[in-house]
């Protein structure tokens, strides 16, 4: 046994590890958001740039889950499974 299924499987945890703690820091709730923002002297006006923003990180992030996916799924199909 060499130890590569090992290695294979921190990658994963520490990913884990980052998006919990995100997830933990941003707030849940739009009021939390606003309160948040006016803490950090950020007017809701001056945030009419942030929607297109998010929609267009909101829309690569999807693109890219669906490609990984698929890679899955057209690579794990041409395995010769002898």
């Not at 520490?14 to 958001?33: D, E, I, R, S, T």
Request: charged share 15%; glycine share 12%; proline share 6%.
């Amino acid at each position: 046994m060499s130890g590569d299924c090992c290695r294979s499987a921190t990658r994963p945890v520490g990913v884990a590890a980052a998006g919990a703690l995100l997830a933990l820091l941003v707030p849940k709730c739009p009021m939390c958001l606003a309160m948040y923002l006016s803490f950090l002297g950020v007017a809701a006006g001056g945030l009419g740039w942030l929607r297109p923003l998010g929609a267009t990180v909101m829309l690569a992030g999807l693109a890219v889950a669906a490609g990984r996916i698929l890679a899955r799924r057209f690579s794990s199909e041409m395995v010769d499974p002898r």
